[in-house]
């Protein structure tokens, strides 16, 4: 299994919820990828955002990345909401 865990830079005040839901039609998209096990929204006790994707492997995941379901998912996030960029790193579930 491959993970990534974004870390994602503050959303302008006052826009959470759109983000939230934008999130949520992003993995019904995202979904349809081969590969693709889960991907989750977190938010910490200081309003943070965190996501976490599931994939099958890394080649799934690139290509998820290299898909038109991701084109299109990209395209519904107002560039906006998000103040700067988001921060991925990358995991091989070594144990688990």
Not at 11 to 14: K, L, R, T, W
Not at 39 to 42: A, F, G, Q, V
């Given at each position: 299994m491959f993970v990534v865990i974004v870390h994602f830079p503050p959303?302008?005040?006052?826009r959470e919820a759109e983000f939230e839901q934008w999130f949520g039609r992003s993995n019904a998209l995202l979904s349809q990828c081969e590969g693709f096990l889960a991907?989750?929204?977190?938010r910490d006790e200081d309003g943070h955002y965190t996501g976490l994707v599931e994939h099958e492997s890394r080649e799934t995941f690139t290509?998820?990345?290299e898909s038109p379901q991701h084109s299109e998912a990209d395209a519904l996030l107002d560039g906006e909401i998000l103040e700067g960029p988001r921060s991925p790193r990358f995991y091989d579930v070594v144990v688990g």
């Open positions: 959303v302008a005040a006052g991907r989750r929204l977190l290509a998820m990345h």
